[in-house]
């Protein structure tokens, strides 16, 4: 009881307190959130709980919800063919540079599969932040969602592959994720055709004057209904709450008051819990191993370079320092990073060691990241 109470009172205190401490120290919210989270659990203020775990679980998710939210699919795919090549392009040569990377330091197969991996998770706040009208996170955007459902279907096969081997149930998941995609196009384009004939239908779905609350209820059903498929289908879960964002931007844009409702909730409360949850499951103690803080900065440095080097075929787009910006935003993929070095190490293809680098890469570059990107922002305000 008494750890109960400590742990509820602690989490209180982060979630109020966080914001004061990064703006004393002029860094961003997120990686405040890891880096408190570790200290308190380093203290024995923070202990694991099964309903920490869950509720930071749907913090993910949910973050993963955001991020969809924030993808304009009309502004994706009327976007100029140059755009969606040199964004394919950009991909391409972050698996080409992290592969090629990874062989040189001899790294653990495991860490090179999760060195291409692209995450927009992150994309959500720093939109929130500098607006999503900017060009630079519109650009970031065209990459990360193609980026992003690609390392969703990459974790997605890793994933069953860790628990059933290559085999034939690996073969059944993988036409179980093809399936899903093309249905879920399938049913994007049919609702696409009846909100065209019958727009009053958005209206119905979602009135503009009620006192129910009515957007927020279609969205959070949306949310935990194709989280309900993914569970029953046996695939990542994090998909499922990405798509049910996209479909609420999609359809239903016309809401203006809806994003900054569930912005509000999710960075109010869901998503902190889920940043200092990551902090709390990351052991403090294993800075002191050998090998732990240079492995995690030889991985960070990796996988910002190769994201820096793939971010030159985007310099003719919109230039160089915009390419710059979308490479640093795309280098944040911590959920997908924390989720591949939690599966590796629970099924037991991943050391301790090259765990706590995994965590503490994605905690570095978050850090780094952020905090440039923030520098750029201010210095482009002052001239």
Do not use: C
């Not at 970031?140 to 059933?164: K, N, P």
């Not at 399938?186 to 958005?202: G, Q, S, V």
């Not at 403090?284 to 030159?312: C, N, P, Y």
Request: hydrophobic fraction near 60%; avoid cysteine.
């Amino acid at each position: 009881m008494q750890t109960n109470i400590t742990l509820i009172l602690s989490l209180s205190f982060l979630l109020w307190g966080s914001p004061f401490v990064a703006k004393a120290l002029r860094i961003p919210t997120p990686p405040v959130e890891i880096i408190l989270g570790s200290l308190f659990a380093y203290f024995g203020l923070i202990e694991n709980n099964e309903y920490f775990y869950l509720i930071a679980e749907v913090g993910f998710l949910y973050l993963m919800f955001l991020a969809g939210m924030e993808v304009d699919l009309k502004q994706i795919t009327s976007s100029p063919q140059i755009v969606i090549r040199k964004s394919i392009l950009f991909l391409l040569l972050i698996v080409f540079f992290s592969l090629l990377s990874g062989a040189v330091f001899d790294l653990h197969p495991i860490v090179i599969i999760s060195m291409p991996l692209i995450s927009i998770g992150l994309l959500a706040p720093l939109s929130k932040a500098y607006g999503k009208e900017k060009s630079w996170i519109k650009l970031a955007l065209i990459a990360g969602v193609l980026g992003e459902i690609g390392s969703i279907a990459a974790l997605t096969i890793f994933d069953a592959a860790s628990s059933t081997g290559f085999g034939i149930e690996l073969l059944e998941k993988i036409s179980y994720l093809i399936l899903f995609i093309v249905v879920v196009y399938l049913l994007y384009r049919f609702l696409h055709l009846l909100f065209w004939w019958y727009p009053e239908l958005k209206s119905t779905l979602m009135p503009k004057l009620n006192t129910s609350d009515q957007d927020i209820r279609l969205a959070m059903s949306l949310f935990f209904i194709l989280i309900a498929v993914m569970l029953s289908l046996g695939l990542e879960l994090a998909l499922g709450a990405f798509i049910a964002g996209v479909a609420i931007s999609a359809f239903f844009h016309h809401e203006k008051s809806l994003e900054e409702k569930m912005s509000s909730l999710g960075f109010g409360f869901l998503v902190p819990l889920f940043f200092i949850h990551v902090g709390a499951s990351f052991d403090l103690r294993a800075l002191t191993l050998e090998g732990v803080i240079s492995g995690g900065l030889l991985i960070t440095f990796l996988m910002l370079a190769s994201r820096l080097l793939a971010a030159i075929v985007l310099k003719k787009i919109s230039g160089a320092r915009d390419a710059l910006l979308v490479a640093l935003s795309l280098s944040m993929p911590l959920t997908l990073l924390v989720a591949v070095a939690t599966i590796g190490h629970e099924a037991k293809l991943l050391d301790l060691l090259h765990y706590y680098q995994l965590i503490l890469a994605s905690i570095f570059e978050i850090l780094i990241s952020m905090v440039i990107i923030k520098t750029l922002q201010a210095k482009k305000r002052l001239f």
